[in-house]
């Protein structure tokens, strides 16, 4: 079975500051992907990253990285200078290879509010 | 843009009165999902459809159905809509490229309101 958890429920930060979203996974699979998708306010759950189980290497895109640790299952997410718009909630998702279509399974989310 | 789009953005339906949702796609993508997410929860995956396939998941409730017509179009029924069936109704695509597994994108929403 899959399972992915993501501890923080809430996370309040003040602008400018950097926050890091903590996702921990749970796969018996070699072969998987994890994804970030962040859901504003208005619903429509948002693509951010991909990355698959073979590529471990840190991703960074523009404030955004990707810190991935196959030893601690973990997919950790770090917005640097934090914005505003950036208020949302962030759901981790893992996916198998073994399917037709790709079955995510969520993470229970991470509430970010960003102040001003 | 190539997109997904759901229409009605906001359903207002009666207790026990059918309803239906409608998701479209532009992407040309063989597979279409149904998520339900109900407030300050993951979505739920409630079916998929792989081209003409249709595979259910094994706790959806038989008060939801689903058909997908062509490949741009999919329809989530709810044939009798109980309080507890509020909540918003995601829809999403995605394509499968050889060895790779792609990423799902998802329409903007459908929030049902059952009164």
């Known amino acids: 079975a899959q399972k992915v958890t993501q501890a923080q429920t809430e996370i309040s930060v003040v602008e400018k500051e950097d926050v890091t979203l903590d996702c921990v996974y749970e796969t018996r699979d070699t072969t998987y992907y994890l994804f970030w998708y962040k859901q504003p306010p208005s619903g429509e759950l948002v693509f951010l990253i991909r990355?698959?189980?073979?590529?471990?290497q840190n991703e960074i895109s523009g404030r955004y990285s990707w810190n991935f640790q196959k030893s601690t299952s973990s997919f950790n997410f770090t917005i640097t200078a934090s914005q505003v718009v950036d208020s949302a909630v962030y759901f981790c998702?893992?996916?198998?290879?073994?399917?037709?279509?790709?079955?995510?399974?969520f993470g229970g989310g991470t509430r970010l509010m960003v102040k001003p | 843009d190539a997109m997904v789009i759901q229409n009605p953005r906001y359903q207002v339906t009666q207790f026990g009165k059918p309803v239906t949702l409608s998701c479209s796609q532009t992407?040309?993508?063989?597979?279409m999902y149904w998520y339900q997410q109900k407030s300050s929860q993951a979505p739920k995956l409630l079916f998929h459809y792989y081209d003409k396939d249709f595979n259910n998941e094994a706790d959806t409730p038989d008060n939801f159905q689903s058909r997908r017509p062509n490949t741009s179009f999919c329809f989530l029924d709810i044939r009798s809509p109980g309080l507890g069936d509020a909540a918003m109704y995601l829809c999403?695509?995605?394509?499968?490229?050889?060895?790779?597994?792609?990423?799902?994108?998802f329409g903007p929403g459908t929030r049902l309101t059952v009164l």
């Open positions: 999403a695509t995605s394509r499968e490229i050889g060895s790779r597994r792609g990423e799902q994108f």
């Open positions: 998702a893992l996916s198998n290879n073994n399917n037709a279509g790709n079955m995510l399974t």
């Open positions: 990355r698959n189980s073979f590529d471990e």
């Open positions: 992407l040309n993508h063989n597979v």
